[in-house]
Every structure is written in C-alpha cells, then in structure tokens.
T-cell receptor
Framework: EAGVVQSPRYKIIEKKQPVAFWCNPI?????LYWYLQNLGQGPELLIR????????DSQLPKDRFSAERLKGVDSTLKIQPAELGDSAVYLC????????????FGEGSRLTVL | AQKITQTQPGMFVQEKEAVTLDCTYD???????LFWYKQPSSGEMIFLIY??????QNATEGRYSLNFQKARKSANLVISASQLGDSAMYFC???????????????FGKGTRLHILP
C-alpha cells in the first residue's frame, strides 16, 4: 500500500515569490491534514479536511496561505507571497478518522525562503 | 496553556537500557486519545503507539509501552532495551473533540530528542 506522497521534497525560493505543495493521501483516507513544523518543534495544524470540506482552517494565515482539496483526494497548499518566516517543513497527513485513527505522514516539503 | 507538555528537550541513554519519555496533557473532554510518534533525522513521522482514554490497560507495541496515568494526566512512553536506531525526536500527541467533527483536533507536544549511546 502506497503511503502519503508529498512533493516537492525541497523548495528554495526568494521572498515574495509564490510556492505550492502537493499531497496525495493514502487511498480511502477521507481526513487530510496540513501541518507546519519549525525546526526543533512539534507539528502545528494549518488545516484539516474531511473529504473536500475544510472543517478546521482556524490556524491557516489566510492572507497569504490557501489550500484546496478538489474531489476529496489530492490537496494543494499554496503560499503567496512567501515571507522569510515561512521557512519550515510542511507536513501532509491522512487518516481514517475516529479516536484510534492514527495519522500517516508524508516525508514533508522543506521550504527555504531567502 | 500547553495542551501537551514534554518536559525533556533532550535525553542521553546507554544502549540496551530502558528509557522513559515524559508527557502530560490537559483536556476537559472525557473522551480523548493519546499518540506517540517518532521522527528520525530523515524527517518522516512514524506512528508508535496509541492509548484511548477509556482503555483499561496500558497500550503495548513490541518494545514500546505507554504508561497511562489518567488521574495525573500523564502518558509516558517507555522504550525497553533501547537500540541505536531509537535515536530520534519523539512527539506526544493528543486527540480531543468529537471524531470527524469541527472540534476534532490532534495537538502535538514540542518533542524530546533521544540520543542512544553505544
């Protein structure tokens, strides 16, 4: 069974440029998460989808961040324009949901903003 | 207030010894779940073990066990017979809220970096 797939693994951009990250969850997982992880810190939730609906985007900085999950499968997270402080790892995870539904994570997309 | 507290930023343990990683949590929900994840230097988060708030027995998965003390709101991870490959960051996480609803949240602690010494 294929795991959560993210791309790109690494991205280096200059500030004010746009960037997009893509995530393909595990087949059948209706719940999809985007997390932000700063160096040496735990993941922080940006947005959670149940199928194609964003049910928790309260921590997503909507002035520059946007996300979509068309057809309830793949998801894209976009930053426009990027700022220096956005340098971090962006983790995508999926789960079956429910209390015992652990999160399965992708390898992450490491963003460096110069 | 921190929902998940991991008080040990770093630990050094001799190979083959047992190690306990501390985690305390804060919730008013009667139903919740607790997870531990391992993150090696490669970056991928690996699920280790799960404990439900109503589970009567402590969860175990191979060399991993979760010392769940509900009254103290403590969910420590115990790794028996540590190995060099156990060197990694370890994150405690809590799920609260009604599953699949808007208040369903999974919150991570800041992590503990474990170093296993040969």
């Amino acid at each position: 069974e294929a795991g959560v797939v993210q791309s790109p693994r690494y991205k280096i951009i200059e500030k004010k440029q746009p960037v997009a990250f893509w995530c393909n969850p595990i087949s059948g997982h209706n719940t999809l998460y985007w997390y932000l992880q700063n160096l040496g810190q735990g993941p922080e939730l940006l947005i959670r989808y149940e199928n194609e609906e964003a049910v928790d985007d309260s921590q997503l900085p909507k002035d520059r961040f946007s996300a979509e999950r068309l057809k309830g499968v793949d998801s894209t997270l976009k930053i426009q324009p990027a700022e220096l402080g956005d340098s971090a790892v962006y983790l995508c995870a999926s789960s079956l949901g429910g209390y015992t539904g652990e999160l399965f994570f992708g390898e992450g997309s490491r963003l460096t903003v110069l | 207030a921190q929902k998940i507290t991991q008080t040990q930023p770093g630990m050094f343990v001799q190979e083959k010894e047992a190690v306990t990683l501390d985690c305390t949590y804060d919730t008013s929900d009667p139903s919740y779940g607790l997870f531990w994840y391992k993150q090696p230097s490669s970056g991928e988060m690996i699920f280790l073990i799960y404990q439900g708030s109503y589970d009567q027995q402590n969860a175990t998965e191979g060399r991993y066990s979760l010392n769940f003390q509900k009254a103290r709101k403590s969910a420590n991870l115990v790794i028996s017979a540590s190995q060099l490959g156990d060197s990694a960051m370890y994150f405690c996480a809590m799920r609260e809220g009604r599953p699949l609803n808007r208040d369903d949240k999974i919150i991570f602690g800041k992590g503990t970096r474990l170093h296993i010494l040969p």
